[in-house]
């Protein structure tokens, strides 16, 4: 069973959203808000100073969820008080082992590159189908990154160009790019498959080689692109041309 925990302060969207998870056997709301700082509270996390509004708050949503951390977080952008870009900061913080999966409105090209560099997993429209927002959790809990192909065209315009003077030639030309940042063969293979969406497991199956050492190689890649989430990586493999877009 997938824990999903969902913030958002629209009363009506967040209900739809609910009644969509728990219509599957797999995936379960087990944790409702109407802000971040509700659901650092929920996590045991210190809250930060505290912040007017924006706007006034929405009726309060479940605030003491019982059972186990979050699986998967699905967070608004524009939420009362902290917003969800910074919230995602304080949430990769206080719940390392779930993944974030900010669903908005919102689609500029900002906000995307700010939600993914700050931690979040994947990025999904509000105007996606009921359909494609389970798809997105059940993607992000395999440790893919759920990226719609909107979204991914305007994370690839973001980079038209290289954006490194004096960037590491080497044998990532072959896709494009100057800047290699030391990656091996093996590992630019592994970031290749990390953008087309594959998992671990099919990664592992796709080069023979073990889990195992599909995680080394992804820990490696974290490294030396300096990421810290998937999302992040496959953003910034794309956006450089590290790899061929898929």
Known sequence: MIRVWLIEDDALF????VDVLDAHD??????QFVTC???LAALGAAEPAAR???RPAARP??????????????????????????GTSHLRAAAPQAEIVVLTV??????????????ASGYVLKPSSARDIVRAVRAAHRGESPITPRIARRILDMFPQPA??????????RAGATNTYGLSRRER??????????????????????PHTIDQHVRRIYSKLDVHTRGHAVAKAVGERLVSPP
Do not use: W, Y
């Not at 087309?196 to 080689?209: H, V």
């Open 61 to 86: 949503a479940v605030r003491h969820p019982d059972g186990p951390a979050p699986d998967v977080i699905l967070l608004d952008l524009g939420l009362p008080g902290m917003g969800g870009i910074e």
């Open 26 to 31: 797999d995936v379960a709301c087990t944790g």
């Open 106 to 119: 919102h689609g500029d090209s900002d906000r995307i590159f700010s939600a993914i560099t700050r931690g």
């Open 189 to 210: 293979d592994v970031l290749e498959l990390m953008v087309s969406g594959m998992t671990k497991r099919d990664m592992a199956q796709r080069l023979s080689l073990s």
């Open 37 to 39: 700082e509700e659901a």
């Open 52 to 54: 007017p509004a924006a």
């Open 164 to 173: 490194r003077a004096g960037a590491r030639a080497g044998a990532g030309a």
């Open 14 to 17: 967040r209900e739809t959203v």
